[in-house]
């Protein structure tokens, strides 16, 4: 079954502190994943996608096939991080993706 | 970059009626488009994928005759809630793949069944 699982609903940092949201997916297939955020009041965006390799806004994420793990990292945590952010699946050649439950990233001054 | 608009942001209705919501890319066509439900402080739950010139795929659990789904051209896709119930009360949010693969999100519609 496909499946993306975020087990920390909630990751209470201080600013200036390492960042590291998980991830875990469960596919039989080769997965391409991604991280979407959701700012207050605002629609859900693309954060990074894992064929690209980059990083943005900080944040980088590998892919690890061996622990079928997409972890979300950065270094330092700025305060505007602050938002809902959503590891997704696309299984396959379909454009659909499947989600996880989220995780709220709160970073305090 | 790529947008996807949602009609309404927001509509109340009263129990038993229909309610159709649109979701539209604004600068770009999309053979398919999703759909996904959001309950309060809970992840998006995709319900179908919207396809163009043909019927809709629902995924497991959702019922096709509830949910309709027309995806009329390249830039628009309706879903009508039938013969709606304050157990729909939901947040819908649309979503199409642009040309490389990435999707956008529309803004999401909150409807309120009283």
């Known amino acids: 079954a496909q499946r993306v699982t975020q087990p920390e609903k909630l990751l209470s940092v201080f600013k200036g502190a390492p960042v590291e949201l998980k991830c875990n997916y469960s596919?039989?297939?080769?997965?391409?994943l991604f991280w979407y955020v959701q700012y207050s009041r605002q629609r859900l965006q693309l954060l990074l996608r894992h064929i690209s390799r980059e990083s943005i806004k900080g944040f980088t994420a590998d892919l690890n096939k061996g622990e079928t793990s997409f972890h979300l990292k950065k270094p330092f945590a700025q305060e505007e991080d602050s938002a809902m952010y959503y590891c997704?699946?696309?299984?396959?050649?379909?454009?659909?993706?499947?989600f996880g439950a989220g995780t709220r990233l709160a970073v305090h001054p | 970059g790529a947008v996807v608009s949602q009609h309404p942001s927001r509509v109340i209705c009263k129990s038993g009626t229909s309610v159709k919501i649109e979701c539209r890319s604004l600068?770009?066509?999309?053979?398919?488009m999703f759909w996904y439900r959001q309950f309060p402080k809970q992840s998006l739950m995709l319900m179908a994928t919207?396809?163009?010139?043909?019927?809709?795929?629902?995924e497991q659990g959702v019922e096709k005759d509830k949910f309709l789904i027309n995806h009329a051209s390249l830039t628009l896709s309706t879903l009508t809630v039938t013969s709606a119930h304050p157990e729909d009360s939901s947040f819908y949010i649309c979503?199409?793949?642009?040309?490389?693969?990435?999707?956008?999100f529309g803004p999401g519609t909150r409807l309120t069944v009283l």
């Open positions: 979503s199409a793949p642009e040309g490389s693969g990435t999707q956008y």
């Open positions: 997704a699946l696309r299984a396959g050649g379909y454009n659909k993706l499947i």
């Open positions: 600068d770009f066509q999309a053979t398919t």
């Open positions: 596919y039989s297939g080769s997965p391409e």
């Open positions: 919207s396809n163009e010139g043909s019927k809709a795929t629902y």
